[in-house]
DNA sequence: GACCACTATCGAATCGTTTCGACTACCGTG
DNA sequence: CACGGTAGTCGAAACGATTCGATAGTGGTC
């Protein structure tokens, strides 16, 4: 039994192959010429479809069916989007690779958030990744709005486009661009009662696991291939110093305000496997091995503790850690972590809000987000 | 030291609140001012910008001064993508929301391969998310092209849409819609593959923990909150037949050809945590348990080998477990999984140019990829 | 010196829709 | 019966660009 009957797909499947050849064949009905076979005037058409103006419900009919009988596919966007000056696109800017994005549950999230605001009523959201020097993509494509989502000084010039066509911005994760709505995070406040709390528990001998300081990536995510820069290391007070990405350096002066002279590694992402290599780089030499260590997410603090369990040290009793982010984490490891939970999903939905108050000429001011403490079971007092 | 130096966006920082305001203030640049100022007309000052036909230097140099002086943006796409009959925006169409969707890693992947491809020259990726009956989104966004993304027949009136538009279309991980490219994978024939390892090592009761069979989801992904439908429970003979996602419906065939006889039970989506439920409803009970399981994803897979290590069974010793997808689950579960691997991101690949080619009065053949087998250690003859 | 080919530029048409103002009936009211 | 109001319809003007065909100018060749 065929189970094609349930809709009438199968009678033109080979129109495709001839009707999408461009220029060639036949050219896409247009309302037009509904109109003429309805035997009405264009704009009576128009206003049959979008439902706004007085149509009498026999014209109406007649307009609809004369469509129905033409194939018609509704009023062509291209033609009401130039004409209304909208398309219903909202677009996100993200100058990683889809890949790289999504690997951390934290942007999942807040794409999620922003999805959920903006997605309503027939609009859709342009993913704009990898979006680098070449600002083609977002020269080109038509937005109503945009979320520009863990960005970097280095997209200045798309933004300055985005400026000259007045097209409302909201920025996500990243740090001020002029001109442009923030929604910011409490991450350098946060990060500090997270230090406290391991101080308060009588740890002094505390190490930092940092998130990518500078480079080619946002705040998050491993550097494109054959890139320079988000090197793993050593944290030095030179790379500190040249910090570019926002995230982290507030996260690291949230833990120095507390423990001044901490040392460190800088991860090249927010990756299990980074935090893994992190914590072996802290943790591999008996002899100075750290009582606690913070890591700038929740991902490097689990590979801290695969580390830290690879080397028979107990979590917490060897060994304290803290992570920050506050993702579903009982899927990587064991443990419940003693983090910093951020709303995510709120704020990307906090994003969206903003959109599209700008975009109906809302002022909607910038939103700081708190995190708030999650104490686990990976933080305890020192040993001895 | 202010680090605004290296652009210059604060001059009009609050142009954005003032132009943003439809229909009030200044009115964008439009190239007709530029060619003005410039002293040209507008069509040389178009051709000065698409670079397509014969102009001057000088006449270039002067319409690109012209341009900066007005703060003109660059054409601006809508005029454009009328004019050109395309919008150089591919959509990608599922029918979950973001978050559920990208819960599974395999889903991230298959839309990195698409991005991979199709987000080339200037193109964004269009994403249309939880695309219900309602259409909205799809009559009012104007694409060139589609991949439907685990789409069911539920959005065969949105496929109707694009057929009349003459969209090209492909389909990736769905049933077959008639008129749309169809990428598909041999879910089948992997599975009894899967399945005759486990009887080759001397497996005779095998358990299944299949993927939702029908209902409001597409190939995966959890219950829309409030709809019915995708309900986990014992995997019945009437459930089978009435199955209507195509994915589990294949891969429960491919395992029936092996062992037509096995039990099993349906989860509510691929998630580890529907993985650890399915394994405790087949393992609880120590008089039945089955010898080994065969979970429809990696995730289930390792939801049940969690399961089983709760409940102080060793795997493979007491159960072996094998899965389907091929993901890196090394964060997850300490096991090296036997899985069926499935090529991801080269499906969406051959998706994105599929689309592509279409688009360009190709006529891409369809594609069918396979899986290969990984034996992991998480399969081993049964005991006794 | 006439003619051709080629370059640079321009005017006008076109893409498909929405929207604004005007125009016709028609109805009810004074 | 004259007149204001309204519902329904229509024509025409945007919207902002691209593109086609035509028109000058320019230099080279026979």
């Given at each position: 039994m065929p189970d094609s009957s349930d809709n009438d797909l199968g009678a033109a499947a080979f129109d495709l192959r001839v009707r999408a050849r461009?220029?060639?064949?036949a050219t896409r009905t247009t309302l037009a010429q509904v109109a003429a076979l309805a035997g009405v005037s264009v704009s009576t058409a128009s206003l049959a479809f979008s439902g706004s103006g007085p149509v009498s419900d026999a014209t109406r009919q007649r307009v609809l069916t004369a469509a129905e009988r033409l194939h018609y596919a509704g009023p062509d966007p291209r033609g009401r989007s130039l004409r209304q000056g909208r398309s219903g696109i909202i677009g996100v800017v993200m100058e990683e690779r889809v890949l790289a994005a999504f690997r951390d549950p934290i942007w999942i999230a807040l794409l999620d958030g922003i999805a959920q605001e903006?997605?309503?009523?027939g609009r859709g959201l342009l993913l704009l990744t990898d979006v680098g020097e070449s600002a083609m993509a977002m020269e080109s494509a038509s937005m109503d709005g945009v979320v520009l989502l863990g960005?970097?000084?280095?997209i200045a010039r798309s933004i300055d486009i985005l400026r000259r066509r007045a097209t409302p911005t909201v920025a996500l994760g990243g740090p001020e661009f002029p001109g442009v709505l923030t929604i910011s995070l409490d991450d350098r406040s946060a990060s500090e009662v997270a230090a406290r709390h391991l101080a308060d528990l009588g740890h002094r001998d505390v190490a930092i696991v940092a998130l990518?300081?500078?480079?080619?990536?946002?705040?998050?995510?491993?550097?494109?291939?054959?890139?320079?820069?988000?090197e793993r290391g050593p944290l030095t007070d030179d790379r500190e110093r040249a910090g570019t990405v926002q995230v982290s350096i507030d996260r690291l002066r949230g833990v120095r305000a507390v423990f001044p002279d901490s040392t460190g590694v800088v991860a090249a992402g927010s990756y299990v496997d980074e935090g893994m290599i992190a914590g072996h780089a802290l943790l591999d030499d008996p002899d100075r091995r750290p009582t606690a260590i913070v890591a700038q997410s929740d991902l490097l603090a689990a590979g801290v503790i695969k580390a830290a369990t690879e080397l028979g040290?107990?979590?917490?009793?060897d060994l304290s850690v803290v992570g920050y982010?506050?993702?579903?984490?009982d899927r990587i490891i064991p443990h419940d972590l003693t983090t910093m939970v951020q709303p995510a999903a709120e704020q990307g939905r906090a994003a969206g809000r903003a959109v599209l108050d700008l975009l109906e000429g809302g002022e909607p001011a910038p939103v700081r987000f708190t995190s708030s403490f999650h104490r686990g079971a990976t933080t305890a007092a020192p040993r001895r």
């Open positions: 461009p220029g060639r064949g903006t997605t309503a009523d960005c970097s000084t280095r990518p300081l500078d480079g080619d990536v946002g705040a998050l995510g491993p550097p494109a291939p054959g890139s320079p820069s988000a040290l107990d979590v917490p009793g982010d506050g993702i579903a984490l």
